[in-house]
């Protein structure tokens, strides 16, 4: 029962779940891919109390244009084999919509906030994979905590990577960097050691 037991230095925050989300996708090396394609969508929801993980959305998304190269097998350990016969983005979304419903994070009463290590995710690259799937964006997904706002804040330095982060906190690295769902475990961590610097997180980003 020890996890479910908030610590003193942890400060009462404005949200009730934090969720962090990080987004692998198609890519190659030194060059851009048009359309740039979501391979693997994971969420953490992460208490506002606690900030212990309290459920996990996960799912590889298959690309509808692009497939999987060796580049990006290499750089995510995400194998064409293991996005063949997923959903696509429209289906994963849906999916998404019912886990979010299914965890009580659309009530009004609810506050959740997401929480990613850079704008890249919410700003660009699922507005982009969107715009080109021709669908709308949920609204909950146009606001956003960059990780590195508030590290800055409490370090004094703005970080250049996550590794950079967890580093400078004195936290151990787990699973695979740039693994989405490893890399949301990271970011988890990060976001507990900043929360436990009694920092009370404020959006930092938002969909114009
Ligand atoms: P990350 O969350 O840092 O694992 O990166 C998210 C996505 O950004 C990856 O799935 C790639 O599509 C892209 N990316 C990250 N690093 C590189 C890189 N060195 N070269 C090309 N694309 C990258
Ligand atoms: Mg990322
Ligand atoms: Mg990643």
Known sequence: MASSIASANIAAQDFHYFLVLDFEATCIKNGMLAPQEIIEFPVLKVSGRTFEVESEFHTYVEPQVHEVGEFCTELTGITKEMVAGKPHLPDVLEMFHDWMQKEDLLSNETKSIFVT????????????????????????????????????????????????????????????????????????????????????????????
């Open 117 to 208: 290590c850079g704008d890249w995710d919410l700003k660009t690259m699922l507005p982009g994979h969107c715009e080109y799937c021709k669908l709308p964006i949920k609204p909950y997904f146009n606001q956003w905590i960059n990780i590195k706002k508030p590290f800055a804040r409490v370090t004094g330095e703005y970080p250049k990577s996550m590794m950079a982060m967890l580093e400078r906190l004195d936290l151990k690295h787990v699973g695979r960097h740039h693994s989405g769902l490893d890399d949301c475990k990271n970011i988890a961590k990060i976001l507990k050691a900043i929360a436990e610097r009694k920092f009370r997180f404020i959006p930092t980003g938002a969909k114009r």
